[in-house]
């Protein structure tokens, strides 16, 4: 009976298994997820004048997907956008600006991955209109120190260890007429292996301004072997930049293959055993010990 | 004999405890001591003004006002470097800062290659052909592994082996190759060649 059961049930657990291990497969490496909006959700003191920006991630392809923006308790606008393949960026200008005082709903939308039709996750976000433009730059002294580290982590898209370097920014305090909230930091590499007079810093990141003062950004190993140097400017929502990019904080890191201990691998990439080696020792000793004690 | 014995157990379990001690990774916290230097970085000289409000600045003796241009240098004399530049718009798309006295470069969608994308690359054994898959962050591709080339290549890999024959079949049947033969003799064996518009971060 009950055999008979189980035999009635294998086909739908056969398919719910396969659903799973089948959704499970589909989900893809590098989703272009929405990262960061501009202003972000919550945001007040929101310029009358603001540029609306989402930053996505790296794969994320822009096919005319309608921005909705909506005033509580007004109506709901559909604005076509500008996207920004280089940075990631979809840029909405409210037409005749927002209202002052005004509190606003904007989503985002999903955008689909180059290489991959697969949509990105997306947000809603809410913020409050200030009561005029924006007047002033931010005010930001740059990066004010620097530590670093080496960090092996699984890669969803290599499904294997990745080295990186990573710098820890210690980050000097800033501020903004419209609210430190809404400022965006952008983050450069200024010396570094192929970095010299002639090329000018490689933008490397741009993010929310982290509210603890500390952003910690990956460099892949052979880009930052040596001396390198990383500097710092806050942009706001119109799009005036600080001062600061003179900052530069500097380390000089020492270049791989690092030490893994007694194991001839790092961590994940299956670690040649050092307990093992002792218990083989221990074994041959203890050998050698009945023979001498004999 | 017995006390020459207990000297060897002791040195096997200092042996056996250093070697367990892996934990000379980075990530580990204990370990970064003697794993890594502390960073070195020394405040730039010319930034000791940021420390200020510009109010706070003492005039510069001898500081004569012009218009403040991106060079690292405190122009308009008042206390702040390159400040109030704007950005230039970039011909690709994004803009470039004034950072380090210098415009910076234009952005790039990635640093390496679109995250997720693969390129083949060639082995020196069994198949010779492979593939390397780009990391989430698009900052580099993992190693090459081995896989079976297509029945365009098969002959060329059985034949030739890994090889500028075998490169060239890979791009010839509109794959992303690495350059490993450099094809394009331009004496770089780290790029790629063929159909690599959905690899490569630019054009």
Redesign the interface.
């Known amino acids: 009976m009950r055999r008979r059961g189980v035999r009635s049930l294998s086909p739908r657990l056969l398919a719910a298994a396969w659903l799973v291990a089948g959704s499970a497969q589909a989900a893809p490496c590098a989703r272009p997820d929405l990262r960061d909006a501009f202003p972000p959700n919550g945001a007040s003191a929101v310029p009358t004048d603001a540029v609306l920006t989402a930053h996505y991630g790296l794969t994320a392809d822009y096919l005319g997907e309608p921005v909705e923006l909506e005033r509580v308790g007004g109506g709901v606008e559909t604005l076509s956008a500008s996207f920004d393949a280089n940075e990631g960026l979809l840029t909405v200008v409210p037409p005749g600006g927002l209202i002052a005082g005004a509190r606003y709903e904007l989503r985002w939308p999903s955008l689909r991955g180059k290489n991959s039709a697969t949509k990105g996750r997306t947000e809603s976000v809410s913020f409050a209109v200030g009561d005029g433009p924006d007047r002033s730059p931010p005010t930001f002294a740059g990066v004010a120190e620097l530590d670093w580290d080496v960090v092996r982590d699984a890669d969803e898209c290599t499904e294997g260890i990745e080295e990186r370097y990573a710098f820890d920014l210690s980050l000097a305090p800033a501020d903004d007429d419209g609210g430190r909230g809404s400022l965006a930091l952008i983050v450069f590499q200024t010396a570094g292996p192929g970095i010299d007079a002639s090329t000018g810093p490689v933008p490397i990141s741009v993010s929310h301004f982290p509210a603890e003062g500390t952003v910690r950004v990956v460099r892949p190993i052979p880009s930052a072997i040596g001396h390198v140097c990383f500097a710092a400017i806050a942009r706001d929502l119109v799009g005036n930049v600080s001062a600061g990019g003179s900052s530069e904080r500097c380390a000089d890191t020492v270049p791989p293959p690092f030490f893994y201990g007694c194991s001839s691998a790092p961590p994940g990439r299956g670690r040649a055993p050092a307990a093992p080696l002792g218990l083989a020792l221990l074994a041959f000793f203890a050998l050698r010990r009945g023979r001498w004690s004999r | 004999?017995?006390r020459?014995?207990r000297w060897?157990?002791l040195g096997?379990l200092a042996?056996?405890a250093?070697?367990?001690?892996?934990?000379?990774?980075?990530?580990d916290p204990d370990a970064?001591a003697w794993?890594?230097?502390?960073?070195?970085?020394?405040?730039?000289p010319?930034?000791a003004a940021?420390?200020a409000p510009p109010e706070a600045q003492p005039d510069v003796l001898g500081c004569a006002p012009e218009p403040e241009a991106c060079n690292?240098v405190d122009d308009d004399c008042n206390g702040?470097?390159?400040?109030?530049?704007?950005?230039e718009s970039?011909e690709?798309?994004?803009r470039?800062?004034?950072?380090?006295?210098?415009?910076?470069?234009?952005?790039?969608?990635?640093?390496?290659c679109?995250?997720?994308?693969t390129r083949v690359c060639f082995l020196s054994y069994c198949r010779y052909w492979g593939t390397e898959?780009?990391?989430?962050?698009?900052?580099?591709?993992?190693?090459c592994r081995e896989g079976s080339p297509p029945p365009a290549c098969k002959q060329t890999a059985k034949e030739h082996q890994a090889s500028a024959a075998l490169e060239q079949c890979c791009v010839d049947a509109g794959y992303c190759c690495r350059d490993t033969y450099d094809l394009d003799h331009d004496g770089n064996r780290s790029e790629m060649l063929g159909q690599c518009e959905?690899v490569a971060c630019?054009p």
Request: proline residues 4%.
């Open positions: 004999m017995r020459h014995c060897g157990w096997l042996l056996t250093a070697c367990g001690r892996t934990g000379l990774y980075a990530d970064g794993f890594i230097d502390a960073a070195e970085d020394e405040p730039a010319r930034d940021w420390d690292g702040l470097i390159d400040d109030g530049l704007a950005s970039c690709g798309g994004g470039s800062y004034c950072v380090a006295g210098r415009m910076s470069q234009c952005p790039r969608r990635c640093e390496a679109v995250p997720g994308s898959t780009c990391a989430a962050d698009g900052r580099s591709f993992s190693y959905d630019g």
